[in-house]
């Protein structure tokens, strides 16, 4: 895909809102002070995005090994990884435990913020107190997909495969998935499926020669699971009962999975290029328009999330890894746009 260059503005937006009415010129973000005490630390890339309970932004950084949060004067401070790649130990302080590569976060309503990390989920209580809470960490020959998972099966005792992916319900429920399987985890710690499930997907449509391979997956305020899959742009809701609808295919050639996260009137929310679509029923409504100009680069939806106030923090691809040359975080509040860090210099394409 060729690289499209729009002219250089800073922080100037052609934004098409569609969720929120527009704001007073002077009207600026910031991030709360967050309670972690962490050391601060420069970002070097942004990975997912996530923001908690209390209002504060938390940033993945999968190549230092961490998940930071962002201070209100634009710096990050550590919440959980001590920079070196390695193993978290359960039961340790968050700050001091080694994780090797960080990604998808989501919080409980309680404050505990989950991710994935070593083809596990973790849990960081508001104490700071990292947890095991599903998967083994064994691995899966490369191109295997992990081996079902029957129902009461332990958690800690399963495989989810090398990119397993963790969802929140606004009730607390958790649910993780591996490429072929949609779990619901109990609150003894044992995985079940979500009731036919796999017979449902079966009956879907799918494009030639494409696995199921689940992905991104979020959960809506009626407890709907909206869920990513197939190696590329694609969404099904599963209802309550199980009973999966195929929404829909938007990239015909494929492309990124969509992050997805639960947003404003309990919708979940997908990324779509420099669009944030909605999903009402099982269909796509145009939520957001990332038409965005930042230092004279076009911005590439990554990941989202969203914060008290009506505000949209979002960051684009690293650099190389589609339009820009630096990866951007930005904060979007009734069409104003503010750049709340820029990657120090370019990089080959990490994410």
């Known amino acids: 895909m060729p690289r499209r260059r729009l002219a250089r503005s800073l922080l100037t937006a052609a934004l098409t809102l569609a969720l929120w009415p527009q704001l007073p010129a002077r009207a600026e973000v910031t991030a709360p002070d967050p309670t ?5 630390t420069a970002l070097k890339v942004a990975g997912d995005l996530a923001v908690g309970p209390d209002g504060k932004l938390y940033v993945a950084a999968p190549f230092q090994h961490q998940v930071l949060v962002l201070l209100s004067n634009g710096r990050f401070r550590v919440v959980a990884g001590d920079g070196k790649a390695g193993e978290p130990v ?14 998808d976060l989501t919080f409980g309503p309680s404050g505990s913020l989950y991710f994935v990390d070593g083809g596990r989920v973790w849990t960081v209580s508001t104490a ?3 947890r095991l ?16 998972i029957a129902d009461g099966t332990p958690a800690l005792s399963v495989s989810l ?3 397993p992916w963790v969802a929140t319900a606004p009730d607390g429920q958790l649910y993780v998935d591996t490429p072929t399987q949609l779990l619901h985890l109990r609150s003894r710690g044992t995985l079940f499926s979500v009731p036919t499930l796999r017979a449902s997907f079966k009956s879907l449509p799918l494009p030639p020669s494409l696995d199921l391979n689940l992905t991104s997956l979020a959960v809506d305020s009626q407890g709907d699971l ?11 809701r599963v209802a309550p009962d199980g009973t999966a609808t195929y929404v829909g295919y938007d990239r015909g050639s494929g492309g990124s999975i969509p992050h ?7 919708f979940v929310y997908a990324a779509n290029g420099s669009d944030l679509l909605r999903v009402v029923g099982t269909k796509f ?6 038409n965005v100009t930042v230092d004279g680069e076009y911005f590439w939806l990554k990941s989202f999330a969203f914060g008290p106030g009506n505000v949209v923090y979002a960051d684009s691809f690293p650099g190389e890894c589609g339009f820009e040359a630096r990866q951007q975080l930005i904060a979007v509040k009734g069409g104003h746009v503010q750049l709340l860090w820029q990657e120090p210099a370019h990089s080959a394409c990490e994410l």
């Open 226 to 236: 909206d869920v990513a899959g197939f190696n590329g742009w694609a969404l099904w």
């Open 36 to 40: 972690p005490t962490g050391p601060l």
């Open 128 to 130: 700071g107190v990292v």
């Open 133 to 148: 809470v599903a998967g083994d960490g064994a691995s899966e020959p490369r191109g295997a997909y992990p081996a079902h």
């Open 260 to 266: 997805l996260a639960r947003g404003p009137g309990g």
């Open 161 to 163: 495969g090398s990119q």
């Open 90 to 103: 359960a039961g340790r302080t968050a700050v001091e435990a080694e994780l090797s590569g960080p990604y």
């Open 285 to 290: 409504v145009q939520a957001y328009d990332f």
